[in-house]
């Protein structure tokens, strides 16, 4: 969001006790600002949801010798959040 793009107006409701405190912590003047950060961080969060889900949901198939591309992403993900390959695979009992 570094560069400046073209604005555009948008229209919604949100509860009065959380334009309240809005309005009490960031001046008027910054809180389009705000409120576009807080949507673009709440909006990669979905993408990065989804990206974990797809993941999850990867069928399980071998491609030749060695680790599938699965298993690497499978792994991959255990990196990223710390879970184990049995809560994945949902096999953990």
Do not use: C, H, Y
Not at 15 to 41: H, M, T, W
């Amino acid at each position: 969001m570094g560069i400046s793009t073209p604005k555009e107006r948008a229209t919604f409701s949100i509860a009065a006790d959380i334009k309240s405190r809005l309005e009490d912590e960031v001046p008027k003047s910054e809180r389009s600002r705000f409120v576009e950060k807080a949507i673009d961080q709440a909006l990669r969060a979905v993408a990065v949801n989804r990206l974990k889900k797809m993941l999850d949901e990867l069928p399980r198939e071998s491609i030749g010798k060695g680790e599938s591309t699965t298993d690497f992403l499978r792994r991959q993900r255990m990196k990223w959040d710390g879970r184990p390959l049995d809560v994945l695979e949902g096999t953990k009992k």
